[in-house]
């Protein structure tokens, strides 16, 4: 039994090359689109490290940032989205580290 491999098109082939039409994929409306939860939870993350200044939060919403321009798909809302969840991380980072330490709990 021999198979053909490659471009050698077989006799008993049921593929039509004339009949394929390319993929275009149908146009979706800005408000259509998912909803871009990374970007939600980087503002949450930098709003959350800039209120109580947790460092972890400020660099996890750098990360969801990153993701988030990753993978925007409308430029418009998402770098509006994405710009301001920016500045609250930034914002926390400094906070932490160039701004006065938080004061000690005794115990």
């Not at 008993?12 to 090359?17: A, E, L, T, V």
């Not at 969801?64 to 994405?82: G, P, V, Y």
Request: aromatic share 8%.
């Amino acid at each position: 039994m021999s198979h053909s491999h490659g471009n050698t098109p077989s006799a008993n082939d049921p593929r039509q090359p004339s009949a394929a039409k390319p993929y275009t994929p149908r146009p979706i409306a800005p408000e259509d689109l998912p909803v871009d939860y990374s970007g939600f939870i980087a503002v949450i993350l930098g709003v959350s490290g800039v209120m109580f200044r947790y460092k972890i939060c400020s660099w996890l919403a750098l990360i969801f940032c990153a993701q988030s321009l990753a993978n925007m798909r409308n430029l418009e809302t998402d770098l509006k989205q994405i710009s301001m969840a920016m500045m609250f991380a930034i914002m926390g980072l400094v906070t932490n580290y160039l701004g006065p330490n938080r004061p000690a709990t005794k115990k």
